[in-house]
């Protein structure tokens, strides 16, 4: 039986494209950022021989944290992280402030105090491999199945 190693080639990597992104989403999960722009906006793609993976590209600071007294995040990304989950701090006087407001003291927080890195890169190639090299040993062991049962059937 022949295999269409083209035809099978192709199909593992959109099989493994597809378990880049699986394993992103439980990854993002496991330290606290799902439903998060990052994940929102993280996509793989198969280009050729090779795969490329889109993220935010302020994805480095979650992955390897930020120092004390670094320079301030930037504006965009947490202020949409602040709206989305309706985070509001309140003033002396107990009341709301805005948003942008809320950003601002986040923002200076972050740039006294640094954030604590989240490596999660690493744990999705990881995790995908692991899936990966699964798959290339279903797909070796179905096609030595292929092969004895034709030659078993060509002795009868």
């Known amino acids: 039986m022949a295999v269409n190693a083209k035809k099978e080639i192709k199909t593992f990597r959109d099989k493994f494209a597809e378990t880049l992104i699986e394993e992103g989403k439980a990854v993002f999960k496991a330290i606290g950022l ?8 993280y996509d793989v793609e198969v280009q050729g021989k090779s795969f490329a993976i889109f993220i935010q590209e302020y994805y480095i600071y979650i992955e390897s944290g930020r120092r004390k007294g ?5 504006f965009q990304p947490i202020f949409d992280w602040v709206k989305s989950r ?27 105090n640094g954030i604590k890195p989240r490596p999660f890169v690493q744990d999705i190639v990881d995790n995908s491999l692991v899936k990966a090299e699964d798959f290339v040993n279903f797909f070796i062991l179905g096609d030595l199945m292929n092969r004895i049962i034709i030659e078993e059937l060509e002795k009868i």
């Not at 998060?36 to 906006?41: A, D, P």
């Open 34 to 41: 799902e439903g998060s722009h990052i994940e929102k906006t």
């Open 70 to 74: 670094s320079k301030r995040p930037p």
């Open 86 to 112: 309706n985070i509001k701090f309140r003033d002396k006087k107990g009341r709301f402030i805005t948003f942008r407001q809320t950003t601002f003291i986040i923002m200076n927080a972050i740039k006294k």
